[in-house]
């Protein structure tokens, strides 16, 4: 079902009418309401009398992720602080949480772009709908919970984890549709299969995955043990979570909610714009934004964007599925993190040398394994053994703390890793998706 024609089905002149009107609005506002922002496009000469056509969005300045970091917590407020409703989080590079504040209207509009992605993959009113995203600061479990709320489904809000339990609640109330991880959702048919219980038999239909890449092998493996039809859903926190742009029944690109988000794909190294159909960086604009408004943000993920009639009738511009991103970041067990907040920890515990490699690997269980080699002073080898065991667990209850995912510690002696002449190449990712 399309959930809301007039805004999925407009017309290409319509739509741009809307988006024109939008952008100017926007650009206003944040001129009267964000120094942040006044200064930056004082500094670039332009102002809001200066969009005429949506094509002058060009001549705006960008935003980058270094800059949501150096404005944290409240830098890009765009209305009163007592407007805000809820606000959420991710991880920056250095640890800085980058920040996004919603409005009362704003998590309507989340809402909004939620349930055309839900309704994309089929589900409706009274369908069970179990959301194994994790609820909390990261916006997949609330994002998913108020997209299902607006198209009146039944919402088990399980949460990330808890696996047994999730088999149990999906054996015993047969969801209509799964959302989580695309590594998670194997994770499941493998841990059902073990428990005896036949995922396949019951009835799910469907299921939105995202928050981190995967590929067509991988679609192809969860719909055949899951016995679904696997959707791609993409998002990020600084543009709101996820309801960015979604798959529908056709599976062939992701319907971008241009209405609410205006994407444009640029060269990473100029800043150029590039013809519709080439590959490069994604930029979003937030058009109705309220909390945290966000002009050009470059998002580092890696795409591009096509126009064909799509067979679902829905006439709104397409992204093909992420073919990698412009940075290190990693995406483990859903929680994006560098190589350098890693290396952060391990500089700071007494006894390491600046030498490490990660090593990623997804074995079995279908979920992302990090393994960390790290070198260590000679003087641990020769001590007993304990002086090793007490630096491990040191290393990982750290990393645990400070970045929120287990990895697997091995010190090493020095020089066992590899040297390089030029970048040192810190992740190897042996993953498969
Ligand atoms: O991952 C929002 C989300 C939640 C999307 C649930 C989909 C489902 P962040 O934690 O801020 O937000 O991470 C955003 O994750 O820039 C991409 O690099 C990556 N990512 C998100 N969706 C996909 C996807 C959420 N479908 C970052 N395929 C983004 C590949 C994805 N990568």
Same mark, same amino acid.
């Given at each position: 079902?399309?959930?809301?024609?007039?805004?999925?089905?407009?017309?290409?002149?319509?739509?741009?009418?809307?988006?024109?009107?939008?952008?100017?609005?926007?650009?206003?506002?944040?001129?009267?309401?964000?120094?942040?922002?006044?200064?930056?496009?004082?500094?670039?000469?332009?102002?809001?009398?200066?969009?005429?056509?949506?094509?002058?969005?060009?001549?705006?300045?960008?935003?980058?992720?270094?800059?949501?970091?150096?404005?944290?917590?409240?830098?890009?407020?765009?209305?009163?602080?007592?407007?805000?409703?809820?606000?959420?989080?991710?991880?920056?590079?250095?640890?800085?949480?980058?920040?996004?504040?919603?409005?009362?209207?704003?998590?309507?509009?989340?809402?909004?772009?939620?349930?055309?992605?839900?309704?994309?993959?089929?589900?409706?009113?009274?369908?069970?709908?179990?959301?194994?995203?994790?609820?909390?600061?990261?916006?997949?479990?609330?994002?998913?919970?108020?997209?299902?709320?607006?198209?009146?489904?039944?919402?088990?809000?399980?949460?990330?984890?808890?696996?047994?339990?999730?088999?149990?609640?999906?054996?015993?109330?047969?969801?209509?549709?799964?959302?989580?991880?695309?590594?998670?959702?194997?994770?499941?048919?493998?841990?059902?299969?073990?428990?005896?219980?036949?995922?396949?038999?019951?009835?799910?239909?469907?299921?939105?995955?995202?928050?981190?890449?995967?590929?067509?092998?991988?679609?192809?493996? $969860? #719909? @055949?043990? *899951?016995?679904?039809?696997?959707?791609?859903?993409?998002?990020?926190?600084? /543009?709101?979570?996820? %309801?960015? +742009?979604?798959?529908?029944?056709?599976?062939?690109?992701?319907?971008?909610?241009?209405?609410?988000?205006?994407?444009?794909?640029?060269?990473?190294?100029?800043?150029?714009?590039?013809?519709?159909?080439?590959?490069?960086?994604?930029?979003?604009?937030?058009?109705?934004?309220?909390?945290?408004?966000?002009?050009?943000?470059?998002?580092?993920?890696?795409?591009?964007?096509?126009?064909?009639?799509?067979?679902?009738?829905?006439?709104?511009?397409?992204?093909?599925?992420?073919?990698?991103?412009?940075?290190?970041?990693?995406?483990?067990?859903?929680?994006?993190?560098?190589?350098?907040? $890693? #290396? @952060?920890? *391990?500089?700071?515990?007494?006894?390491?040398?600046?030498?490490?490699?990660? /090593?990623?690997?997804? %074995?079995? +269980?279908?979920?992302?394994?990090?393994?960390?080699?790290?070198?260590?002073?000679?003087?641990?080898?020769?001590?007993?053994?304990?002086?090793?065991?007490?630096?491990?667990?040191?290393?990982?209850?750290?990393?645990?703390?400070?970045?929120?995912?287990?990895?697997?510690?091995?010190?090493?002696?020095?020089?066992?890793?590899?040297?390089?002449?030029?970048?040192?190449?810190?992740?190897?990712?042996?993953?498969?998706?």
């Amino acid at each position: 079902m399309i959930w809301n024609p007039e805004a999925e089905c407009a017309t290409r002149e319509h739509r741009r009418r809307m988006q024109l009107a939008n952008l100017k609005n926007l650009v206003q506002r944040v001129y009267d309401r964000v120094p942040f922002y006044r200064n930056k496009l004082d500094a670039a000469g332009i102002g809001p009398r200066d969009i005429h056509r949506l094509e002058d969005i060009e001549k705006l300045p960008f935003t980058t992720k270094d800059e949501l970091r150096e404005t944290y917590p409240y830098g890009l407020l765009a209305v009163s602080r007592a407007e805000l409703e809820e606000v959420h989080m991710s991880s920056g590079t250095t640890g800085t949480p980058v920040v996004d504040a919603y409005t009362g209207r704003d998590l309507a509009a989340w809402g909004e772009g939620m349930a055309r992605t839900l309704s994309m993959a089929g589900a409706g009113r009274g369908d069970v709908i179990q959301n194994a995203y994790g609820y909390g600061l990261f916006t997949g479990g609330l994002g998913v919970h108020y997209g299902a709320k607006a198209i009146g489904a039944n919402i088990i809000p399980m949460s990330s984890g808890n696996t047994q339990k999730q088999i149990l609640i999906m054996r015993d109330f047969h969801p209509a549709l799964l959302a989580c991880t695309p590594s998670y959702a194997l994770f499941l048919a493998e841990s059902a299969r073990e428990e005896g219980v036949d995922i396949r038999a019951l009835g799910i239909r469907a299921g939105c995955f995202g928050a981190e890449p995967w590929s067509e092998n991988m679609r192809r493996e $969860i #719909e @055949e043990k *899951l016995g679904l039809r696997a959707y791609d859903i993409y998002g990020l926190t600084e /543009i709101t979570g996820p %309801g960015v +742009s979604s798959e529908c029944e056709a599976q062939n690109g992701l319907h971008i909610n241009e209405d609410l988000f205006y994407p444009e794909i640029i060269d990473p190294a100029t800043g150029r714009v590039l013809p519709e159909g080439e590959k490069g960086e994604l930029v979003f604009t937030t058009l109705v934004k309220e909390g945290t408004p966000l002009l050009r943000y470059r998002t580092r993920d890696i795409t591009l964007l096509f126009r064909d009639e799509c067979s679902c009738g829905r006439t709104s511009v397409r992204m093909h599925r992420l073919f990698g991103r412009t940075d290190d970041m990693m995406i483990i067990r859903g929680v994006n993190v560098f190589p350098s907040q $890693i #290396e @952060e920890v *391990l500089i700071a515990v007494e006894g390491t040398d600046p030498h490490y490699q990660i /090593i990623l690997e997804r %074995g079995d +269980s279908h979920l992302d394994e990090m393994e960390i080699m790290v070198e260590v002073q000679e003087k641990f080898f020769t001590d007993e053994t304990r002086g090793l065991e007490v630096l491990r667990g040191k290393i990982e209850g750290e990393i645990k703390s400070k970045l929120g995912i287990s990895a697997r510690v091995k010190l090493v002696e020095p020089k066992t890793i590899e040297r390089s002449v030029g970048k040192a190449k810190r992740v190897i990712d042996k993953r498969k998706i």
